[in-house]
């Protein structure tokens, strides 16, 4: 019912920025929470940053003070700005919603395909 498509990822060198974007389409009422998670190879899955509909944020601990994470509600989209990137950071990120597609009902949860940041010299 709700397709989220996320697109920025790609290969960077330690130092560098990336944006990521994460759009939602589909039978949305209102979005709720919007948030970046990341996977690395033979880690679980780990949240990254969250932002609610009023805009208030948290981050890992790892990442605070270099990723921001915003949104424009107009477009259901939510980014990911990632500065002074490590090797560290290297990983899928995915990108989630929890999204009330009809009035008056309960929300669901909502995963991107995942885009792959890979960051090495």
């Known amino acids: 019912q709700v397709q989220l498509v996320e697109s920025g990822g790609g290969l960077v060198q330690p130092g560098e920025s990336l944006r990521l974007s994460c759009a939602a389409s589909?039978?949305?009422?209102?979005?709720?929470?919007m948030a970046w998670y990341r996977q690395a190879p033979g880690k679980q899955r780990e949240l990254v940053a969250a932002?609610?509909?009023?805009?208030?944020?948290n981050y890992a601990d790892s990442v605070k003070g270099r990723f921001s994470i915003s949104r424009d509600n107009a477009k259901n989209t939510v980014y990911l700005q990632m500065n002074s990137l490590k090797p560290e950071d290297t990983a899928v990120y995915y990108c989630?919603?929890?999204?009330?597609?009809?009035?008056?009902?309960?929300?669901?949860?909502?995963w991107g395909q995942g885009t792959q940041v890979t960051v090495s010299s």
């Open positions: 989630n919603a929890v999204v009330q597609n009809t009035p008056y009902r309960r929300p669901n949860d909502y």
């Open positions: 589909g039978k949305i009422e209102n979005i709720y929470t």
């Open positions: 932002i609610t509909r009023g805009n208030s944020t």
